[in-house]
């Protein structure tokens, strides 16, 4: 993925929604998603491994946004 930024998944419900977004940056995956006046909503980073495919998944339930990799939590981040 290189040494910057790049949004692999950008997604809302509707138009106007702040939308969740799966990014990677710098060998790291990250979600977000809504932000707010005061905070953006981001998971901790989830280190990518090297040379070989990773399952990902991201769950919004119950207050937060869990980032999967390999079917174990790798990130977490409370949500509105």
Do not use: N
Not at 2 to 23: F, H, I, N, V
Not at 29 to 50: E, I, K, N, Y
């Amino acid at each position: 993925f290189g040494d910057g930024k790049r949004t692999l998944l950008s997604c809302a419900r509707e138009p106007a929604q702040d939308p969740l977004r799966l990014e990677v940056d710098r060998g790291g995956l990250t979600a977000s998603g809504p932000t707010t006046l005061v905070s953006a909503h981001r998971t901790g980073r989830a280190w990518l491994p090297r040379g070989r495919w990773v399952h990902v998944a991201v769950v919004k339930a119950g207050g937060g946004l869990t980032v999967y990799l390999d079917g174990r939590p790798r990130g977490w981040a409370a949500v509105p």
